[in-house]
T-cell receptor, first 115, second 111 residues
């Protein structure tokens, strides 16, 4: 079946550094991918919609200069958390829509811990 | 970071009993609804979906009911098993758009 892979699954970084998280659709093409953030004991909150070949659309309150999204190919979207701070520690989850079937698939998430 | 004091509502059931998890959605224009199961440290796992032109859909051991009048969605799990223990989220969207997730319910199955 279709799989969405996220890498890394866990990352620990120092405050002030930048971290890149990859989201790949392994056996389908995805024009559109979504990035969510989930704090402990909370629901998934949409951060941005990533569109291949164009700029991402950010939700209100999400800083586009802090959370850089690049969707340079039909199978890869990246989220870069720039100048990370402890409050950015969270579970980041991506999802991808299959261009062929319209089905939506979720990745397994990436846990970021900023010290 | 973590919000102190936030707790997910919890439903505790005995193994073998039926479980009913409820969700109120917000957007009357939503036309597609999905239930997800999320285990600790993992991404959401699709359980069952339903479109707004239906009011009931059945899967294996699961049934989703949709009441558009009161904007209410429920997930029924038959013969609940310990492996069903997880957090369950409802999600809604307007065709092709991003999903909006509900707040979630933790299901605890007592053996």
């Amino acid at each position: 079946g279709a799989v969405v892979s996220q890498h890394p699954s866990r990352v620990i970084c120092k405050s002030g550094t930048s971290v890149k998280i990859e989201c790949r659709s392994l056996d389908f093409q995805a024009t559109t991918m979504f990035w969510y953030r989930q704090f402990p004991k909370q629901s998934l909150m949409l951060m941005a919609t990533s569109n291949e070949g164009s700029k991402a659309t950010y939700e209100q309150g999400v800083e586009k200069d802090k959370f850089l999204i690049n969707h340079a190919s039909l199978t890869l979207s990246t989220l870069t958390v720039t100048s990370a701070h402890p409050e950015d520690s969270s579970f980041y989850i991506c999802s991808a829509i299959s261009t062929g079937t319209g089905e939506l698939f979720f990745g397994e998430g990436s846990r970021l811990t900023v010290l | 970071g973590e919000s102190v004091g936030l707790h997910l509502p919890t439903l505790s059931v005995q193994e073998g009993d039926n479980s009913i998890i409820n969700c109120a959605y917000s957007n009357s224009a939503s036309d597609y609804f999905i239930w997800y199961k999320q285990e600790s440290g993992k991404g959401p796992q699709f359980i069952i979906d339903i479109r707004s032109n239906m009011d009931k859909r059945q899967g294996q051991r699961v049934t989703v009911l949709l009441n558009k009048t009161v904007k209410h969605l429920s997930l029924q799990i038959a013969a609940t098993q310990p492996g069903d223990s997880a957090v369950y989220f409802c999600a809604e969207n307007i065709s092709g758009g991003a999903l909006t997730f509900g707040s979630g319910t933790r299901l605890q199955v007592q053996p």
